[in-house]
C-alpha cells in the first residue's frame, strides 16, 4: 500500500515522501499553489499560538497564519472550546442556527457601512455573490476593477489579477487580461480594468463604460497592486461617480478588515454600498460573508415576492465556522486590534534598520497588522510599479528561503507577513534579525541583478 510506504520514511525526508505519494494522487501534489514549494511542500503536524511545526518536527514562526486568516494564530483556547462545544452538538443541519445571529449581530455594530448580511464559505463566494447581488440591484451586466487586484477565483474577479508588460497595454486603457485559458472573451469584455490609485485614468476608463457598469471592485489596501493604501480622495471619487452612474461602491475587506476596529473603510470619508468578508470572520474555519445596504441586500431577501437573486449553499452560516468567527472577531476587540497594529509598526521600523544596516535598498508598504517587503529605494505606489520581474522575484524567493531555512520563519510568497494577536516582541525581534541575516546573504545578488549601484 502506498499510504503504509509513506508513513515508512526517515523523519529528515518525511515530507518530500508524503509529496511523491500526494503527485500520484492529487494533480501536482497540492490542492491550494499557496503550499506549492520546490522541491517539495512541507507537511504540517501541529501548531499552536504563533508556532507551526512540520513533520520533520521543525517548528517555525508563522507570519502568513494561513492567509491572514488566523488572527489569533493557532488553536487558540477559547476559539477551540467554544468549536468543541459546537461539533459535540452538531457540525451542520438543515436548519439555521443561533449562532449564525450572533456573528451577524456583532458584524453589523462593529462595520459602519453594514445594516445587513449574509455568509457564504470563501472569500471567493463572497465576491461572486456581491458582483451578482450588484447586478441584479443595477440591472447592469459590467464591472470594473484594478489591474493586478486579487480578489478570489470568480471569472468575472480575475481578469487581469496576472498580467505582465507585454500583455498590459496603456496605462490609460489597461487590457482585460484573462487567467485561465479558455476564459469566454464575454467575460473579459464584460470587465473594466483601471489603475489603482490614478482617479483621473481611472474616471475616464469608468465613463467609457458608464451605462454598463453595475459596480466598482475595490480593495482598499490591495495585496497583489502592492499593498498600498487606496487614498481617500481616490474612493471620495469613486463613491461620486458611482453616484452619478447608477453603479455600487463594492469592498473587499476579505483581507482588510483588520486593518481597524471597523475594517479599512474607517479610513475614508466615504463607505461602500456591498463588501465582501471572509478569512478572520471565521476564526480559523472556512468563511465568506456579503454584508451592506439593506436596500440593495434586499436582492437576496427570500421574504420579497418578487426575488432578483435567489442564493444558498450547503454549508453557508454552518455553526462551526460562525462559533469559531464570533469568538475571534468578539476578542479582536479595540484594544487588542490598537496592540497589534502597534507591535506590527514596531517589526516594520526593525526590518526597515535591517535594511540601512544590510545596506540595501528597501521598502515597506501596507497598514495596520499587515506589511509588504519591496527591495526598491521608493515604495510602489502603482500595481505597474510594484511589479517584479524574474531577477527581482528570484531575490524574494531567496530571502524567503533564507529565512524558512535558516531562521525558521514563514511568510506570506510575496514577501509579506500577517500579524496575529499571540504574537509579542520576541517573535518580532526574531523576525528583524532573520531578516538581517537574509539581506546580508542576499547583498551580492542584488548587485548582480543591478539593483544596487
Ligand atoms: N479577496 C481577497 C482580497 C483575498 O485576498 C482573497 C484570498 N486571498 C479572496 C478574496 C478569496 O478568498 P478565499 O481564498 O477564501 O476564496
Known sequence: ??????????????????????????????????????????????????????????????????????????????????????????????????????????LTKRVESIQKVRFVNSGTEAVMTMIKAARAYTGKPMIAKAEGAYHGT????????????????????????????????????????????????????????????????????????????????YIEAIYKWTRENNALLCFDEVVTLRVHYGGAQDDYSVKPDLMSMGKMIGGGYPVGALAGRTDVMDVLNPQKTRLRFPHSGTFSANPVSMTAGYMAMEMFDQEAVYALNALTMRARKQIEEAGRIADIPLSLTGAGSMFRVHFRENPPLSFREAYQNEEERAIIKAVLDHLFFESNIMMINTCACMFSTVMTGKEVDRLSEGMLNAFKAIKPKLIEANLIK
Not at 461539533?87 to 451577524?104: K, N
Not at 472573451?185 to 474616471?203: C, G, R, S, W, Y
Not at 457598469?213 to 487606496?230: M, N, S, Y
Request: charged share 25%; proline share 5%; with cysteine.
Open 1 to 106: 500500500m502506498k499510504t503504509e510506504e509513506a508513513i515508512t520514511h526517515t523523519k529528515e525526508d518525511a515530507s518530500k515522501g508524503i509529496y511523491d505519494h500526494a503527485c500520484d494522487v492529487i494533480i501536482g501534489g497540492v490542492s491550494r499553489n499557496t503550499v506549492y514549494r520546490k522541491p517539495h511542500p512541507y507537511y504540517a503536524e501541529s501548531a499552536k499560538g504563533c508556532y507551526v511545526k512540520d513533520i520533520e518536527g521543525t517548528e517555525r514562526i508563522d507570519f502568513a497564519n494561513n492567509m491572514a486568516s488566523l488572527i489569533h494564530g493557532h488553536v487558540h483556547p477559547k476559539i477551540t472550546e467554544a468549536v468543541i462545544e459546537q461539533i459535540q452538538r452538531g457540525s451542520a443541519y438543515t436548519l439555521a442556527t443561533e449562532a449564525e445571529v450572533r456573528l451577524a449581530d456583532h
Open 154 to 233: 470568480y471569472d468575472f474577479a480575475e481578469v487581469s489579477q496576472v498580467t505582465s508588460p507585454s500583455k498590459w497595454g496603456s496605462l490609460k486603457h489597461p487590457n482585460s487580461v484573462p487567467l485561465v485559458k479558455g476564459t469566454p472573451k464575454e467575460v473579459t469584455d464584460l470587465v473594466a480594468i483601471f489603475p489603482f490609485n490614478d482617479i483621473k485614468k481611472t474616471l475616464d476608463i469608468l465613463d467609457s463604460h458608464k451605462d454598463k457598469i453595475a459596480c466598482v471592485l475595490i480593495d482598499p489596501v490591495p495585496h497583489r497592486v502592492g499593498l498600498t493604501k487606496a487614498t481617500n480622495e
